[in-house]
């Protein structure tokens, strides 16, 4: 019993399996392949390939339908907008044929894009277009495609179509391979510049970097040279406070014990007077010795005798002041009579302190 129940369950299976990749529709009155193809689905090529044994469609034709068709007919606004797509197809065939590889293209990809799907004959044609346009690393990426269609039951493609396919892949591949090969030759050359700019430019930096380091150190340098010698440019004694250390030639040694001093360098002689200690009272608070003032080292350059002596200002010509007309008359046009100008003169007319003798008519110059 269950044997019987397990084989009526498996011719089920069979039945249902059968049904679902074994679809025709009947051809009805005023169908051509092309609207049925849209009804379903399909491309018009693919259709006629899986029904290649019916040369014309009539009504009452059963028609195999290929296993990418809708489950279900199209709607209508479905059935047009694959419809506009092989419009689109058509166009595309005829640029391609035209020579016009660029807008054959075009209309070709819109057409992909409409059904949504490539069959091995788009992919060729697509392939074709590239080709023309000497894209040949595309064009060889569309030929493998539709190639890898046919190989998986494609059968869109003529057999005229298929040879040119197999012929275009080997030359299209050749060429692909060589152009390939040149733009990883300009890549590999471009790297290598890009590689040899940038150490070019770290060798820059590294130089600059040198130069600014051999700067800092000459500066330290420079730095500590000023800070031993005070700042002044030779060396110093008693700890550096910028005190210059006196350099005795063997003719200028003075002898610091005795009360005489005689500077052969100088221009003058001073001799310190002698003072009789004995003399001096004990009350120091009282009395202390007068100490006569060195006498004068001039040295008679008369360079250095300046004197300076008043002279009349050039200003105010030693008035003192100078006339101003900075004052307003608010529309009176009065005149009157200025002593110190001796004329007749504006009411806005007034004398104001000299700036440059401030009022003394003089100024002191250097003679």
Not at 88 to 111: D, P, V, Y
Request: hydrophobic residues 35%; contains cysteine; positive net charge.
């Amino acid at each position: 019993m269950r044997t019987t129940r397990q084989g009526i369950m498996s011719a089920i299976m069979l039945l249902v399996a059968a049904s679902a990749f074994a679809r025709t529709y009947i051809a009805e009155r005023g169908d051509t392949w092309e609207s049925v193809a849209r009804k379903w689905g399909l491309y018009t090529d693919e259709l006629k390939a899986r029904n290649s044994i019916f040369p014309t469609l009539y009504a009452g034709l059963e028609i195999d339908l290929p296993e990418n068709a809708s489950q279900n007919p199209l709607s209508t606004w479905e059935i047009a907008r694959l419809e506009r797509a092989d419009r689109e197809l058509a166009t595309g065939i005829e640029l391609l044929e035209a020579g016009k590889f660029r807008q054959a293209m075009s209309s070709l990809n819109m057409a992909g894009a409409a059904r949504g799907r490539s069959t091995a004959s788009l992919l060729f044609l697509q392939g074709r277009a590239k080709d023309g346009l000497a894209d040949y690393e595309e064009a060889f990426d569309y030929y493998t495609r539709s190639s890898a269609k046919l190989s998986d039951g494609d059968l869109t493609l003529t057999e005229e179509q298929t040879n040119t396919l197999r012929e275009r892949m080997a030359a299209v591949g050749k060429l692909a391979a060589e152009r390939r090969l040149r733009r990883e030759a300009q890549e590999a050359k471009r790297r290598e510049e890009e590689r040899k700019a940038e150490e070019a430019r770290r060798n820059r930096l590294a130089a600059k970097r040198r130069a600014e380091a051999e700067a800092d150190k000459k500066r330290e340098s420079r730095r500590q040279k000023a800070s031993s010698s005070g700042g002044w440019g030779f060396p110093v004694w008693g700890g550096g406070w910028g005190m210059p250390m006196p350099s005795f030639q063997p003719q200028f040694a003075p002898d610091w014990n005795s009360a005489q001093m005689n500077w052969n360098s100088t221009p003058a002689t001073w001799t310190a007077p002698a003072i009789d200690w004995n003399s001096v009272p004990t009350d120091i608070g009282t009395y202390a010795p007068a100490q006569p003032d060195p006498p004068s080292l001039d040295s008679g350059n008369p360079r250095e005798q300046i004197t300076f002596s008043d002279h009349t200002c050039t200003l105010c010509g030693g008035k003192g002041t100078i006339p101003d007309n900075g004052g307003t008359t608010f529309g009176l046009s009065s005149t009157k009579y200025c002593s110190d100008c001796g004329k007749t003169v504006d009411l806005s007319h007034r004398h104001i302190q000299c700036p440059s003798c401030g009022g003394r008519g003089m100024v002191r110059k250097r003679d």
